[in-house]
């Protein structure tokens, strides 16, 4: 996919909690084409310790606003600059870069080759649960299970909306400390079902993510997600013991956004790759997990 460096305009910048910001961006320009997972560097301006570019999730694309969103938690010096911005002022962005989740077609075609969802004892023993076994019914909706946490839930806000345009069914399953760390809340709510759990149990149920009672009560075809590092390992193991293909989205320290730098090299079965490259998505079977 084509990269582009734009200088794009603030529409407006929301602040949505104590420490976190939406950014929506527009231009002049038809924007390019974005996917769900990949992300944009930002050049911080006018920050005398900030030399390298920084990256965030792609949280949404309006394009009937031809607007980019970008939630953006203000944790250091080059985001609390970015989340000061205001309408009007200009973001120097390089864009659209990384591989994204899978669409769709692709989590389709995952879920009918797996070769443990084709396994005879387990279709034997799970028919009643879904149809997908092989090849799905042209009239059954793949459940796709996006688990977000922190602010790892930017881009599955974009995919879950996008699962849902291409005639799957997404369900969110959101983490936070507590109740007033959950962002978008009402967005995630008007694509698809959201389930939570909080670890001060202020909001859902008490716990981690892999601790929710829906992971025991429902069946989902496929599992992407985006989160701290041990979230989305113990979201990885979970989707190994039940056999659901799933993918995952790194977060390693990146610089260059383009996989010149190396300093975001993750070790997986095909040896060292950038992340801002060859990712930030991987399946799971292609990491060292």
């Known amino acids: 996919m084509k990269k582009y ?9 929301e602040h949505i909690s104590d420490h976190h910001v939406l950014l929506k961006l ?13 992300f944009v560097n930002i050049h911080v301006e006018d920050s005398p310790t900030t030399f390298l570019r920084r990256p965030i999730s792609i949280n949404f694309v309006d394009v009937s606003r ?9 944790v250091g010096e080059g985001t ?29 075609s995952s879920v009918c080759s797996d070769k443990s969802v084709a396994a005879t004892a387990t279709i034997e023993n799970d028919k009643a649960a879904s149809p997908v076994y092989g090849k799905p019914d042209d ?36 983490g936070a400390r507590s109740a007033k760390d959950l962002l978008e809340l009402d967005l995630f709510k008007k694509i698809g079902k959201v389930y939570i759990t909080t670890e001060d149990a202020s909001a859902g149920e008490k716990g981690f993510v892999t601790n929710h009672s829906v992971l025991q009560r ?26 659901i293909p799933c993918e995952v989205s790194l977060e390693n320290m990146m610089a ?34």
């Open 80 to 108: 609390k600059h970015i989340a000061k911005l205001k309408a009007g002022d200009h973001l120097d962005c390089l864009f659209p870069l990384g591989h994204g989740f899978s669409d769709l077609a692709a989590i389709k």
């Open 66 to 74: 031809n607007e980019l969103w970008l939630l953006v938690a203000a």
């Open 26 to 38: 527009t231009s002049k320009r038809p924007l390019p084409e974005m996917m769900p997972g990949q």
């Open 256 to 289: 260059c956004g383009l996989g010149a730098c190396l300093c975001c090299v993750e070790k997986t079965v095909d040896g060292n790759l950038c992340v801002c490259k060859e990712g930030p998505v991987f399946n799971i079977k292609k990491l060292l997990w």
């Open 218 to 243: 429902e069946h989902f075809d496929f599992i992407q997600t985006c989160g701290p590092t041990p979230m989305m390992k113990a979201v990885a193991r979970f989707a190994k013991e039940k056999n």
């Open 139 to 174: 009239d059954y909706r793949l459940r796709v299970l996006l688990v977000g946490g922190g602010v790892g839930v930017a881009p599955i806000l974009y995919q879950g909306a996008e699962i849902k345009r291409q005639g799957g069914e997404p369900v969110f399953l959101l």
């Open 5 to 13: 460096c734009m200088d794009l305009t603030v529409a407006s910048n």
